[in-house]
Structure formats: C-alpha cells, structure tokens
C-alpha cells in the first residue's frame, strides 16, 4: 500500500565555507553543524518491531554473486612488483539486487528477487545462499548469459584486487519478457518494488516501462537505484535514489555545486513524475528532493572501511520505511544511520535489525515514552540487546513516590549490566499489596517518571502478585532485588538458575521509603 503520511515539512539547504551543510527548516531557525533527530522515532521504532517482519517486498535486477578470498600479506612477489596475499579463507555472498534483498531480509521482511543468471556454479551458490538467509530467488535463467560474478582479494582489511566474471552485450528480448511475465505474477500482495540497476542489462527500458506502472497500479511504491545518464526510463516511480556522481553525470553539473544539483534534481522530479528524488552524497549525507524543498540528513560519522553495499542498504531502509507509511524525510534519516553501520564493514554485509536499534539507542534514551514497553514489545526488545551481546539486568518493585532508596538500587543494578528493565506493580496489584489508598501515583506517571532515568533502558507493568511471568518471558542474565533476602529466597531465583543467570541483593539505603514519605508529608 502506498502510503506516504501527511504532507512533510520542508527544508532549506545552503552550503557553508567549510562545506558543512546548514540545514534549515523553511522560515525557522538554522541549525549548523547539528545531527538530526530522528522524526517519529517511536513510530519507527514500532516499525522496526513490529511491522517490517510483515512486509512483503519484491526486487528487480542484476543480481550478481560476491566472491572473497581473504589472507595476509607477508612480502613482496619476485615475478612482478606486486604482494603475496597468502589465501586463509573464502566465502561468497549474494550481491547487486540480491544484496538489497538480503539487507530486506535481515530486517525481518519476507523478501523475494527476480534476476537474470546462467545455468552456472555461481547460480547453483547464489540462489543457495539467498534460500539459506530467507530470500526467495525467482530467477529467469538463460544459457546464453553467465551469472555475473565478482571476486575480490583482501589481504588483511584492505581490498587489493578485484577480479570480474559476466558476459557483455544485450540480453535476450525473450527472456526480458519472461522475468516481466514473472514479475508481474509476483506483484499482487506486494508491499514494495524495488528496481535495483546495476547496468548489467536486466534493468531496460521495456522492463520499467511494464513494471513501474503495473506495481503504481497497485497502490505499490517503486523504489529504484539508478545507472546510466539517461533516468527517463524511469518515469513514473516513486523515487529514484542516485548517489552523488550518477546525479552530477545524469544532470551534467559538477558534483561539488550542490545547490545547482539540487535545483536541477527538482526538475528531474516534476520532468519524471516522482513522488521525490533521494540522493546519497557520500560523506556530506543523504537528500530527498521535492519541487520547491529539500530536506539534509547529514551524515553520522563513522570509520569507513568498505562502502560496497551502502547503498543497497539505503534502499532497503527506504522501501520498508515506505512500505510501513513512515514519512519519506524520517525513512531518508533511518537511512542515513543504517549506511553508517554498513560502511564500517568489509564487504556487502547487511546491516542486521538489532544493529540498527542499537544505533538508535542514544534517540531512544532521550525518549522516555519509547522506553515504557508490553510485555510483548519488551521480550522482542530484549532479543534484539541479547543478539547485540548486552548483559540483561531485570529488577522490580511498586516505586510508588520514587525516593534516594530508589535511585540508588536501580543505579546499583545497571552496574551488573549493559541494560536495565524495571518491572512495575500495575496500580490494581499495588492496592492489593499496600491497601486501597495506594498508590498514591498512577502506574502510568511512575512507569513515565523511570523511564526518563539514565540508568534504566525500558519499563514493563505487570498485574499479577509477582514478576514471575515477566521474568521468565525475558530471561535476563541478571535479577537484582533489593533488601535483606537471601537469593535463593527471591521470585524467580529457581528459574534463573535453569537459564544460567544470578541473582544478585542490593542493600537498601535506610531512612527511606515510600510509607515514611507518606508519613512525613501527612504530619505525623
């Protein structure tokens, strides 16, 4: 379903002396040098959870396989001028359109692709490796093509040679027609398409001209990354996603006169129909254009070491964020933090779901509301930190009226981990432990009012006399209790032991409690 949210602030964007951008929202204030915050970011985080792993998502294009022989590089050959890379290891990878499905997948979506191959070994591997990781290869195979193969030698982490298998010269018009025919069979029930050119000759003129308005037909957005000079065959998509220089070399214009590319990207827009333009610019970001604004995201800094892939990944992010109806500028933003994950590894690695809320943790810190989970929500929040290698702490209790006895647990037990989950008593448990004018403040304001500490990650309530069930539905590593109690004594502890966790005791801090500050507050 193509559903693109309500209509989008619009931003301004200058180039400063230094070449930092300077983003501005239109007839607001500037903002130099700063990093976005992501726009509906418990939306996306929803997304990201919830609904991606529903989305059915459909790429088109030149699939290719990635070959690595990785080892070390020890002297120098005496044949040539030229190192020794002594082999340790190979492996192959699905790469071009198969890359971007397998970022899809990686993420949750139930992905299939339709690509070209020859009746080869690297097919035999390539649809192997997709079945493998969970992508459906629909592929349209010819005796007259070979399945374009690329082998890259690294000694160490650096590339020092890549070697190239394809056979030029222009596919056959029958079997174009077949991978249309598959298409299109395949386009009911879709919830993306993506058209990912590599110039390899599947992605043609004929081939756009069915499929675009077959899957707009459908209410489908059409995601495409771009090759060539010529971007007309693309007429009618939802947005084509160019890097820097295939837009300078598209529009001729030099590719450091960003103002006049985003000029003319906007005629490219209103000329082609698309929804808008999204462009990757390398260190400087990404940009979605529009006729009439633009909007920056700049990018997040990281250590690159391979850029293969990254924009595969920026695709991917696109379509799902599409797909699930999130605004186009918060999708460019996701973006933009999945490409600085992806570019600090070697090769085309896709960036994997709990990687990508990781690097949203510090956003999601400054949210408290994104912090207070079901049961549901925080057992997928849970797996995603445990897949990430984090240490999960769990502790519990009423808190109602939070006091220094409080924070000094909670502070405590974030020590014995990388994250902590405070379970609540609901407000009907509490006035059945404590009595009927208890408690004094409502489960929602103290789920709220702990979510917004630093040392807690997220905050579940639970109605039952104790956290047994929540417990077991997370199986932390750590269980923190306060007070004086001997471990084996506390909920939970036997089945701790069952998992391999521990239960640690935290001495309270004496003079203070809820029931002496109700006291005091009352005069007595």
């Known amino acids: 379903m193509h559903c693109l949210g309500s209509p989008p602030r619009r931003y301004d964007s200058n180039i400063c002396p230094k ?39 459909l790429v088109v294009g030149d699939v290719m396989l990635d070959k690595y022989i990785w080892g070390d590089v020890e002297r120098i050959s005496p044949e040539a001028p030229v190192p020794v890379v002594r082999g340790l290891r190979h492996d192959e990878k699905p790469g071009g359109a198969a890359n971007v499905a397998m970022n899809m997948a990686c993420l949750g979506a139930r992905v299939a692709v339709v690509g070209i191959t020859g009746q080869d070994e690297s097919e035999r591997l390539l649809a192997e490796n997709l079945r493998i990781n969970g992508v459906d290869p629909q592929f349209v195979s010819s005796e007259s093509y070979e399945t374009v193969t690329k082998m890259r030698i690294l000694g160490g982490r650096q590339q020092m040679l890549r070697l190239d298998f394809e056979r030029p010269g222009a596919i ?29 000759g599947v992605v043609t003129a004929e081939v756009c001209d069915a499929l675009i308005p077959a899957a707009r037909k459908l209410g489908i957005p059409v995601l495409v990354d771009p090759k060539g000079l010529d971007f007309a065959r693309y007429k009618g998509a939802t947005t084509i996603c160019p ?39 390398s260190e400087k970001g990404i940009a979605l254009v529009r006729p009439g604004g633009r909007f920056v995201a700049p990018a997040l800094a990281r250590q690159v070491f391979d850029v293969s892939g990254a924009g595969d990944t920026v695709i991917a992010i696109l379509a799902l964020c599409l797909a699930s109806g999130l605004e186009p500028e918060t999708a460019v933003q996701l973006a933009n933090v999945a490409a600085g994950i992806v570019v600090g590894k070697v090769g085309t690695v896709p960036v994997q779901k709990h990687e990508l809320l990781a690097a949203l943790g510090p956003q999601i810190a400054l949210h408290a509301e994104d912090r207070v989970l079901t049961q549901e929500e925080l057992v997928k929040r849970v797996a995603l930190w445990k897949a990430n290698s984090e240490r999960v702490v769990f502790t519990n209790g009423c808190f109602d009226l939070l006091h220094i006895g409080h924070i000094t647990l909670l502070e405590q037990a974030r020590r014995f981990g990388d994250r902590l989950i405070v379970a609540i008593n609901s407000d009907a448990s ?28 997220a905050v579940a309530v639970f109605d039952e006399p104790t956290p047994l069930q929540l417990i077991v539905a997370v199986q932390p590593h750590v269980l923190v209790k306060g007070g004086d109690y001997e471990a084996d004594s506390v909920v939970g502890s036997r089945e ?25 507050g009352a005069g007595r």
Do not use: C
Request: glycine letters at 6%; aromatic letters at 4%; charged letters at 25%.
């Open 172 to 200: 056959e018009p029958a079997v174009s027609e077949r991978l249309i025919e598959k298409t299109i069979d395949l386009l009911p029930g879709t919830d993306a398409l993506v058209l990912s050119d590599y110039a390899k």
């Open 243 to 281: 890097n820097l220089s295939e837009l300078s070399r598209a529009v001729r214009l030099e590719p450091t006169d960003l103002e006049a590319l985003f000029v003319a990207a906007e005629a490219v827009v209103a000329d082609l129909h698309l929804d808008f333009l999204t462009a990757t610019l």
């Open 496 to 520: 701790m032991q069952s998992w391999g966790g521990e239960v640690k005791i935290v001495p309270l801090v004496e003079g203070f409690s809820t029931t002496r500050l109700i006291e005091k």
């Open 19 to 57: 070449g930092s951008f300077v983003l501005q929202e239109a007839n607001g204030p500037r903002t130099k040098g700063a990093q976005l915050v992501i726009a509906q970011l418990h939306r996306v985080v929803q997304a990201i959870q919830d609904e991606w792993g529903s989305k059915r998502v």
């Open 430 to 457: 509490v006035s059945r432990l404590k009595g009927p004018t208890r408690p004094i403040v409502s489960e929602n304001e103290r789920a709220r009012v702990l979510a917004a500490l630093a040392a807690v990650d």
